[in-house]
């Protein structure tokens, strides 16, 4: 119906001016309101796992969501169940500390459950002596003795180091809240995530700590990727180390293959199996042996054995590589799957044909998971480089004590890999576990501030898990008080030496060897380039020096 009084028309026309000035005004307002809130940076969605299904309910204002969904507070929150983490969460959890474990992957125990990565490579410096401290050392050693040697005796194991810790496995990171602290740093201040029955939560930490093999927290900040090996192999594509399929093995007579092994000359050795060795735990390299083996395709390889008898003619061995395999993408972790399990098939006809006690050997249980070795490297506070660790430098924050060699496992630039150095030991700082621009950022594990190249030894599980632990130590005796970055020499000393008194982990007082006394700045921006391979360089220039 049309309205034909002047009057009338007059009204309306002046109620809806208001109306519309109504309007403006609290828009403004609300723009004023918004504008005094701390900046607020909400990463993308994860991509590791299938995001859970979409609700079909009404759409409801985010914020409005947020303020409604369960919300929890912790100390300190550690993303993924990677052992090394776990150190920290128990050590914050024994100091007092309220700690809880998130984990973007379905199931618990990460390399070492998941992965069947059950072959532990110790660590020790020129003279032989164990480097292993802390609550490692309970594992190292019963790994050595025989004692812990199946997965069901490393599930225990690991059990027993989360005891009373909440654990979340299979959740997805939807939203991570930052804020700018006043000293410019930036700062997770919450993360809101979905449970793996659908369930969105929210949760509060003073420290997050990132302990998952694919970055799952710090590849959504504002962090700084360094250089990986495609820098050192001229590549194109970024690319890591080869990841490794655990092959297991049942129905082997250990005694017989050592026994037969040990009773050939040093020269049929060599020429059987292209040297080695086996004793009653352990079977190492018989490169010969492995390099007579033809791969199915050239994405796998089979190097020299790392195998160790698991007692009951179980063996587990540790030598199958996967090339190209991006450990953030699920659908590469699932294709290196298979991949490795097939040709694992393959590879036990041609032990049964050429080790003596393989003859019967089966099969055992595949692993659905691969060993990964490496992702992307951070940008921490420091950022570790082969001339630490071969001038065996100590840092005034130690917080580990590290040692092995430079080991660059394949890559599809170079399928058998390089060792570039052997360290005596060396320091690792808390600083390398800081990372950098972010006040309350973590790194555990494979996450350690290190260049791609001295990664090949800051990478060994016992240096990177006594370094979780200790930070574990120190969160607790600084319970909020004080934050890690915060710490002063004079005040790092005193709590060294309270690791030292109540967990009998030293981490002061300790001298290595330095390799590289008298070189020039120039040789070692070489050695900390890959420019110079140390193990030949060092050969030539002592030859160089003679003269």
């Not at 007082?509 to 391979?533: A, F, P, V, Y």
Request: aromatic fraction near 8%.
């Amino acid at each position: 119906m049309r309205l034909r009084n002047p009057r009338v028309q007059l009204v309306i026309a002046l109620a809806v001016v208001l109306i519309a000035l109504s309007v403006y005004s609290y828009s403004k307002i609300g723009l004023k309101q918004a504008s005094v809130e701390p900046a607020v940076v909400t990463a993308p969605t994860n991509t590791h796992q299938d995001p859970p299904p979409v609700s079909e309910a009404p759409a409801t204002p985010a914020a409005e969501i947020k303020n409604t969904l369960p919300s929890e507070q912790y100390d300190v929150v550690v993303i993924g169940s990677e052992l090394e983490g776990l150190y920290l969460a128990r050590a914050a959890a024994d100091e007092g500390l309220k700690v809880k474990v998130l984990d973007p992957h379905k199931a618990f125990g990460g390399q070492i459950l998941q992965s069947q990565m059950l072959f532990l490579d110790e660590t020790r410096d020129d003279q032989g002596h164990l480097l292993v401290q802390g609550r490692a050392k309970e594992l190292f050693d019963g790994f050595r003795n025989a004692k812990i040697r199946k997965l069901s005796e490393f599930s225990t194991y690991m059990d027993k180091l989360a005891k009373d810790i909440p654990i979340e496995s299979g959740v997805v990171l939807s939203e991570i809240e930052q804020i700018n602290t006043p000293d410019s740093m930036h700062k997770v201040a919450s993360i809101v995530y979905t449970t793996d029955k659908n369930e969105k939560k929210k949760i509060t930490a003073s420290y997050w700590v990132e302990n998952s093999d694919y970055a799952a927290l710090i590849s959504r900040l504002d962090a700084k990727r360094l250089p990986g090996l495609e820098k050192f192999y001229g590549q194109k594509d970024i690319e890591y180390m080869s990841a490794g399929m655990m092959m297991k093995f049942k129905h082997v007579d250990w005694k017989k293959f050592s026994t037969t092994f040990n009773a050939l000359k040093p020269e049929e050795k060599s020429k059987q199996f292209g040297g080695g060795s086996v004793n009653d735990s352990y079977a190492i390299g018989l490169s010969g042996m492995t390099k007579a083996y033809h791969p199915s395709n050239d994405r796998v390889f089979l190097r020299g054995l790392n195998a160790v008898n698991q007692r009951d003619g179980e063996v587990l061995i540790n030598a199958l590589l996967v090339y190209t395999v991006d450990p953030s993408k699920p659908e590469s972790i699932q294709e290196a799957v298979t991949l490795g399990n097939k040709e694992t098939a393959s590879i036990l006809g041609h032990f049964r044909k050429t080790l003596p006690g393989w003859e019967h050997a089966e099969l055992g249980e595949l692993p659905t998971y691969p060993y990964v070795r490496e992702y992307n490297h951070y940008e921490m506070d420091y950022v570790l480089k082969p001339s630490d660790l071969l001038s065996g430098t100590m840092f005034w924050d130690n917080v580990s004590i590290g040692g092995y060699p430079l080991d660059l496992q394949g890559t599809s630039a170079n399928k058998w890999g390089i060792e570039m150095g052997r360290p005596d030991k060396y320091g690792m700082p808390l600083r390398s576990f800081l990372l950098k621009n972010y006040d309350n950022v973590i790194a555990a594990g494979k996450n350690v501030g290190s260049s791609a190249i001295a990664y090949g030894s800051t990478r060994i599980q016992p240096n990177t898990s006594l370094a979780a632990e200790s930070i574990g130590i120190i969160l607790g005796q600084l319970h909020g008080k004080q934050k890690l970055r915060e710490i002063m020499p004079e005040e790092m000393t005193k709590l060294q030496q309270y690791i030292a008194a109540h967990y009998q982990i030293k981490l002061t007082g300790i001298t290595g060897t330095n390799k590289i006394s008298g070189w020039n700045e120039d040789e070692i921006r070489k050695l900390d380039t890959g420019e110079i391979t140390y193990p030949s360089y060092v050969k030539t220039r002592k030859k160089t020096a003679v003269k």
